[in-house]
């Protein structure tokens, strides 16, 4: 029962492990999906941290082009009242910005404009500019013009670019302002993404993909970024939160810093997340975290419990087992008569006890009495005389050997012979009118069990009423007599044995008379029967002068009445007509065999 | 001589070539409020450049229009409107009802108008010298905007007897040129709202200069 109760534990325990263990991962998941989503808020600061540092860059950099006297001289020439320049002025003034602008290097801009106070374009990188171009409406130019440096971004004609404007002044007073944009494209996204491992990266300008950087094969690819962008672009102006691309990806979205925003221009950070499965628990286990387990706690408490276990289970079960395991082989040896129920607990008692039980009523093996062709004689003589104690000729019923000692072979019934008036019908059952001789062994008087003495015997006791032998050895002296030819040794075998009890009276034993004219009545199968019973009767009676055994016991007439009662059991057990019975030597004695003979 | 001074009376009393001029300007009260920055940070920096102090804007009254109002059936005078440095030139424009309108883009980059909540016009890039023409029903005033800069914006207003516009100088006048003679409602709009109105009779042959016109809140001279 506690052994029962241990695995229950074990099972609870086990199930709370790995209800602990699923439930863990459901954790570790959300973590993951929360420290992603933390990254990628990261990723945005970082990117925002960036894109600032650059705007100050470009803006220090447009420093160059704005303190340069050529373009402090024409832009004064065009600032207020002076009028415009002339186009040849502008044309020169162009040249000069492509000549600083090349001197930018890295920041080198995609386009620069020299505005004058009023906000006209002066000079641009492209000498073939419009005459007139206004920009002194856009924030970032107006902002420069009252004396700021700024940055921005804008669309211009489909393309975006980062600008940066400074003032320009001269003689003390402002004269108009430098304008510098750099184009957005992959070599940005490029730039940002090395500064966010493993992720990747987009600039989107509506639904389009302006520049992209993607960190690897295991990173997200832009068109998974792109995927998300009607999304991004909703999420740009509700929330900071981030949105799921696939299963463990997620991406952030945010706007560009300036005026293109409000043309849905901004940018997309995505990474993918890490697997979280139960073999994932211990991804982000450290050394020093194993290092700190209380392993003394860790293996100590489940190696008591263990061996808790395997102490309830030997106490339960194995002790059991070894008893019964010992107690077997000392029954096998014979060294023990019985199982010892009492040193057995709860169920391995009640096996004991029923084997015990078994042991005592000589219960033999089923199958093996169903295949048996062959008779105990023991077990026939001994039912016959309706005694539970002692077996035939004397010996006790209990002290003979059963049927798988004495390892009897089958005999399969033998077919009637041809010829009848060579075979006796001994076996033929007598009619209520001529049961005289039937009535031999059913008159007798049942024998007291202790009218014979017992032969010493670690075999228990067996009662008549659940017996099943279907042979039985009655052992005779110490001679040996070869077997006879006709004895084929796969036909199960009868042996009566030891005859030393044969001689004793039948004190209790009432045989009435059979007429001779009622014997005779009978013929022609019972004068056949009583003549194959003499020939057994002689040649037994040979065979055990042969064997050196005492015959001055042994009557013709006792000898038929233990063959009627033989014959009969035979004829009742194998449905057979006739029962022959043969006289051979088993192991220096004389022994019996009874053949049923079907009909 | 005679059939000449004939004909510039019947003309005149047809409303046809004989047109006027109204001048006038506008004085806008100092405004307590200052010039605020927009809710949303467009950019990283914006800095002092540390040598020259700042340089104060212009009041150059692009959100004023001047509008003149009264019996003519004649196209509107003077209403064209356009981008032109990177914003609407002016910012408050005028239609007569049942008319059309047109925003021509005098910039070098593309622009996208958009009119908020007027039925049947849809927003469409319009290049460097393109235009976007406006069906004005009756109702309005009507927001404009674009697409790409989000720094446009305006206001359209559905007159119903508009007969010329006229855009305010940095200065704050305005001038009317070509409008017959005859009575007019002198009004000064900007943003949504009519900040100023005065009844003007342009006589035959003079030009009118208009006393200078407070801005008023309510719209009332």
């Known amino acids: ?599 | 001589m005679l059939g000449t001074g004939c004909a510039a009376v019947v003309l005149v009393a047809f409303g046809g070539v004989s047109a006027e001029s109204i001048e006038g300007s506008i004085e806008a009260r100092p405004s307590a409020e200052s010039p605020s920055e927009p809710d949303r940070k467009d950019h990283y920096w914006r800095v002092w450049n540390g040598a020259l102090p700042e340089r104060r804007d212009d009041d150059d009254h692009d959100d004023v229009l001047a509008i003149l109002t009264g019996k003519f059936t004649g196209p509107p005078i003077g209403c064209t409107f356009r981008f032109r440095g990177g914003a609407l030139d002016p910012s408050t424009l005028a239609a007569r009802t049942g008319t059309q309108v047109r925003v021509e883009n005098r910039d070098a980059f593309t622009h996208q108008l958009s009119v908020d909540r007027l039925p049947g016009f849809t927003p469409l890039e319009a290049g460097p010298g393109k235009a976007r023409v406006i069906s004005v029903p009756a109702g309005g005033p009507w927001r404009l905007g674009d697409q790409i800069y989000g720094h446009v914006d305006g206001y359209l207003h559905s007159i119903r007897e508009l007969v010329a516009c006229a855009t305010v100088g940095p200065n704050g006048r305005f001038r009317f040129d070509d409008v017959p003679p005859g009575p007019y409602s002198l009004r000064i709009l900007r943003g949504a709202e009519q900040v100023a109105v005065r009844r003007v009779t342009v006589p035959a042959g003079k030009s009118l200069e208009v006393d200078p016109m407070t801005l008023s809140k309510n719209g009332k001279d």
């Open chain 1, 1 to 599: 029962m506690l052994s029962r109760l241990w695995y229950f534990v074990l099972a609870l325990a086990v199930g709370a492990a790995l209800a602990g263990a699923f439930l863990n991962k459901s954790a570790a998941s959300r973590e993951a999906e929360f420290q992603l989503e933390e990254q990628l808020r990261r990723d945005r600061v970082e990117a925002e941290l960036w894109m600032r540092l650059d705007a100050r860059l470009r803006l220090d950099a447009l420093a160059s082009i704005a303190v340069e006297p050529e373009v402090r001289q024409t832009l004064r020439s065009s600032s207020g009242r002076a009028g415009t320049p002339s186009s040849g002025t502008r044309r020169r003034l162009s040249i000069k910005l492509n000549a600083l602008n090349d001197e930018l290097e890295e920041g080198r801009g995609d386009m620069i404009f020299a505005v004058d106070t009023e906000g006209e374009v002066v000079a641009t990188l492209d000498k073939s500019a419009p005459e007139s171009e206004q920009l002194g409406k856009m924030p970032l130019v107006r902002d420069a013009l009252r004396g700021f440096m700024r940055d921005d971004v804008w669309v211009y004609n489909g393309d975006v670019y980062r600008m940066a404007a400074r003032p320009v002044f001269d003689g003390g007073r402002y004269v108009g302002a430098v304008i510098h944009g750099m184009k957005i494209g992959d070599d940005l996204a490029r730039r940002l993404g090395a500064k966010l491992p493993n992720a990747s990266l987009v600039f989107f300008h509506g639904d389009q993909l302006i520049a992209a950087h993607s960190a690897g094969a295991s990173a997200l690819t832009s068109t998974e970024l792109k995927s998300v962008l009607p999304m991004a672009i909703a999420a740009i102006g509700e929330s900071s939160d981030s949105i799921e691309v696939s299963e463990r990806a997620r991406a952030i979205a945010g706007p560009i810093r300036g005026g293109a925003a409000h043309a849905q221009v901004g940018y997309v950070i995505g990474r993918k997340g890490s697997t979280v499965g139960l073999g994932g628990l211990f991804a982000n286990t450290f050394q020093e975290d194993v290092a700190s387990l209380p392993w003394s706690v860790v293996i100590g408490i489940p190696m008591l419990l263990l061996l808790l276990g395997l102490a309830l289970l030997y106490l339960e079960h194995d002790k059991g087992v070894a008893i019964l395991r010992q107690s077997a082989e000392r029954l096998a040896k014979g060294e023990q008569s019985s199982l010892p129920a009492g040193r057995l607990r709860r169920h391995y008692r009640k096996i004991a006890e029923h084997l015990n039980e078994a042991l005592r009523s000589g219960v033999g093996f089923k199958e093996d009495a169903q295949q048996r062709a062959s008779v105990d004689l023991d077990h026939i003589l001994n039912a016959t005389r309706e005694s539970a104690d002692t077996g035939y000729f004397g010996y006790p019923a209990a002290e003979a050997p059963t049927a798988k000692q004495v390892a009897l072979e089958d005999a399969p019934p033998e077919t009637k012979p041809q010829a009848p008036e060579q075979m006796a019908r001994i076996g033929k059952p007598v009619s209520s009118d001529e049961s005289a001789p039937a009535t031999v062994d059913t008159a007798r008087p049942q024998r007291s069990p202790s009218s014979r003495p017992k032969r010493a015997s670690s075999w228990p006791n067996r009662t008549s009423s659940t017996r099943q032998p279907v042979a039985a050895a009655i052992r005779h002296a110490e001679e040996t007599l070869p077997p006879a030819p006709d004895d084929p040794p796969t036909r199960p075998n009868a042996m009566l044995d030891d005859y030393d009890g044969f001689d004793e009276p039948e004190e209790s034993t009432q045989i009435k008379h059979v007429p001779q004219s009622l014997l005779e009545a009978s013929a022609p199968e019972v004068q056949g029967e009583d003549a194959h019973y003499r020939e057994v009767f002689d040649q037994f009676v040979a065979a055990q002068k042969e064997c050196g055994a005492p015959v001055s016991g042994l009557t013709f007439d006792k000898f038929v009445r233990k063959l009627h009662a033989a014959r009969d059991q035979v004829m009742k057990r194998h449905n057979a007509s006739q029962v022959r019975f043969t006289v051979y030597v088993r192991e220096g004695r004389a022994a019996l065999k009874a053949s049923p003979v079907k009909p």
